[in-house]
């Protein structure tokens, strides 16, 4: 949101941004971040946008010796939130290719969009989210593989208005760059 520069968010960003540096130095928060690596990514994107902590950096520092940083296996749009969030809060320096992490996603592998399941929704569009930077920029896709995205959510957001989830409907909403 702090990239999107909207004026309406201008206000709220200063309290949004208090309350979440001031949980993400709570003890059972920072511990998280230790405790499961494979999937606690919030500090990064917090990280992205300019505080640091302490305890946290030095958790990264620890991951990285160890070789946790990258250990665990996850689904591919998991592995896409794990790259986007070392790439943008500065861990890592450089970016990977998106274009290669989102084939192996329901977003540009699925060839019967009758079979995807709300789970399948979800990484879908949750890949186009990291591989748009949340729609800051456009996709790294080839224009077939940019029409079967967009024909993918269009028809997922068609569905789930009929179905009522409007959890996903607001998700397959947010607008990202074509």
Request: hydrophobic share 40%; net charge neutral; with cysteine.
């Amino acid at each position: 949101m702090q990239e999107w520069s909207h004026p309406s968010l201008a206000g709220h960003l200063p309290a949004w941004r208090s309350f979440l540096v001031g949980r993400s130095e709570d003890p059972a928060f920072s511990q998280r971040a230790r405790k499961s690596p494979a999937t606690d990514f919030a500090y990064l994107m917090l990280r992205s946008t300019g505080p640091r902590s302490t305890h946290h950096e030095e958790t990264l520092v620890l991951l990285r010796r160890r070789n946790l940083l990258r250990a665990a296996e996850l689904v591919p749009y998991r592995v896409i939130e794990r790259e986007h969030a070392l790439w943008k809060s500065g861990w890592m320096r450089h970016e990977q290719s998106w274009r290669h992490l989102a084939r192996a996603t329901p977003l540009l592998r699925c060839d019967s969009l009758a079979l995807l399941d709300d789970d399948a929704a979800y990484s879908a569009i949750h890949a186009l989210f990291y591989v748009t930077d949340f729609g800051n920029r456009e996709a790294a896709l080839s224009p077939a593989e940019l029409d079967r995205a967009v024909d993918t959510v269009e028809c997922l957001l068609i569905h789930y208005v009929r179905t009522g989830h409007w959890d996903l409907v607001g998700e397959l909403s947010i607008p990202t760059n074509r």
